[in-house]
């Protein structure tokens, strides 16, 4: 199966690490992405990781990667409210030409 | 580089008019762009792959008579939504996909801002 889950909703102080969790069920992802979407606009991407990778550090990012659990996360160090968005992990699967499946996105809040 | 532009932003049209969307890559050549539906606060359905000089493939439960697809140029697809009705209002986002360099070279998708129909 291509499901890949995301927790709803998550709400962080100003200054906080926010920490977005992301699981999925095909084994056979090459690479995982993480997107931001902002109201009304399309999807940028913050970051990926290749799918032999364990972490990858990107100024305020860090992604984890988790194969045996098939676990992938976002850490956002320093959360800004301009930080205040939806964002999506997807994954590319091995012989799909390219496709992208996208997670359920979970809209992250930041409050002062 | 690498900047998708979409055309129009947001259009409403009324029950059983056509309505045509357009997906450029501006700063370079897509042999493939993708076509994405997206609901209220749900996550993007792919609906379509456009191929530059060959038929569309869709995918299953995607009706193809309904959201027709062309991919003219290595630089437009576009996407008529036929006969639009109420229920096909939505946000629709297309993407292209892009040879990136880097240590490790792979074909990457590069998203347009997206396109909001609503149908009355």
């Known amino acids: 199966g291509e499901d890949v889950e995301q927790s709803l909703f998550l709400s962080v102080r100003e200054g906080d690490s926010s920490v977005i969790n992301c699981t999925y069920t095909?084994?056979?992802?090459?690479?995982l992405y993480w997107y931001k979407q902002e109201p009304g606009a399309g999807l940028q991407l913050l970051t990926y990781?290749?799918?032999?990778?364990d972490m990858k550090q990107d100024q305020r990012l860090t992604v984890l990667l988790n194969k045996k659990d098939k676990h992938l996360s976002l850490r956002i160090a320093d959360t800004q409210t301009g930080d205040s968005a939806i964002y999506f992990c997807?994954?590319?699967?091995?012989?799909?030409?390219?496709?992208?499946?996208f997670g359920t996105g979970t809209r992250l809040q930041v409050t002062l | 580089g690498a900047v998708v532009s979409q055309h129009p932003s947001r259009v409403i049209c009324k029950s059983g008019t056509s309505v045509k969307i357009e997906c450029r890559s501006l700063?370079?050549?897509?042999?493939?762009m993708f076509w994405y539906r997206q609901f209220p606060k749900k996550s993007l359905m792919l609906m379509a792959t456009?191929?530059?000089?060959?038929?569309?493939?869709?995918e299953q439960g995607v009706e193809k008579d309904k959201f027709l697809i062309n991919h003219a140029s290595l630089t437009l697809s576009t996407l008529t939504v036929t006969s639009a009705h109420p229920e096909d209002s939505s946000f629709y986002i297309c993407?292209?996909?892009?040879?990136?360099?880097?240590?490790?070279?792979?074909?990457?998708?590069?998203f347009g801002p997206g396109t909001r129909l609503t149908v009355t």
């Open positions: 993407s292209a996909l892009l040879l990136a360099g880097g240590p490790i070279s792979s074909y990457e998708q590069y």
């Open positions: 095909d084994s056979s992802s090459t690479y």
């Open positions: 990781i290749f799918s032999n990778m």
């Open positions: 997807a994954e590319k699967i091995t012989g799909t030409a390219s496709k992208l499946t």
């Open positions: 700063d370079f050549q897509a042999t493939t």
């Open positions: 456009s191929n530059e000089g060959s038929k569309a493939t869709y």
